[in-house]
């Protein structure tokens, strides 16, 4: 991999944004710079980092948070275009209800967070759709995001990067850099003990194989789920590589 220091911004409002770009694809092709970013939300930027953005020439925002998440922390650039494609975080309300039975430990935690990738192919796959049928439109630059920029932006981030034909191992070190640069929030206290914090604050390889293992059990493979699942046949994911991918 790159070194991951030259993808990563640096935001002070924005901790987990960084570039996707310089990845390798097939027949010696890599990902462009500077057009594909992914994030934690961007409701804390602070003057410098939307001059950044704004250097960067970013004009929309792909935005996978919650109704209530979104009317925490809007977007604090006014000329980005936000695109919202709502998937309702669950893992915090089930691992609350737990906890008032009762009956709660890290490895419920961890379990819930498989459960939850698993569910963004099951139940979320419309959404997916839609933030491709945008990127074959060609708006960027652009920033696919939700709040830690780590679960929904990570299934998002590696379903773009297979569909660019990057290598499976790359995608994997991609989402693990988010445990290198994401900072939560230190006025976000959810009610949760330590150990259960400690268990979803990061990413583990184990979620991502979750999303895949469903994606192979419901979809018969990677292949036919881009294909079914995503409307990407031959001819979009050609011109999906054209856009994102150096000649």
Request: proline letters at 4%; hydrophobic letters at 40%; one cysteine or more.
């Amino acid at each position: 991999m790159l070194d991951p220091n030259r993808r990563h911004l640096g935001l002070q409002g924005a901790s987990n944004f960084r570039d996707l770009g310089g990845y390798p694809s097939s027949h010696g092709r890599h990902v462009r710079w500077r057009q594909l970013f992914r994030s934690n939300h961007l409701g804390q930027l602070t003057t410098s980092d939307t001059a950044v953005l704004r250097q960067l020439g970013i004009r929309t925002a792909f935005d996978f948070r919650g109704r209530d998440e979104r009317l925490a922390g809007l977007c604090a650039l006014d000329d980005i275009a936000v695109h919202s494609l709502s998937i309702e975080p669950s893992v915090v309300p089930a691992l609350r209800a737990r906890a008032m039975a009762g009956r709660l430990n890290a490895e419920d935690a961890l379990g819930l967070m498989r459960d939850s990738y698993r569910n963004y192919i099951r139940n979320h796959t419309p959404r997916f759709r839609t933030l491709f049928d945008h990127l074959l439109r060609d708006t960027a630059p652009l920033v696919i995001h939700c709040t830690a920029g780590k679960d929904r932006t990570g299934v998002a981030c590696a379903l773009l990067l297979h569909a660019l034909e990057v290598p499976e191992d790359v995608i994997f070190e991609d989402y693990l850099l988010t445990n290198q640069f994401y900072r939560r929030d230190s006025a976000v206290r959810p009610d949760l003990p330590e150990e259960i914090l400690q268990a979803i604050r990061t990413v583990q390889a184990s979620f991502l194989t979750a999303a895949f293992d469903a994606i192979r059990d419901d979809h018969g493979g990677l292949e036919h789920y881009l294909r079914d699942g995503l409307g990407l046949g031959a001819a979009e994911r050609r011109a999906l590589q054209d856009r994102y991918l150096t000649r």
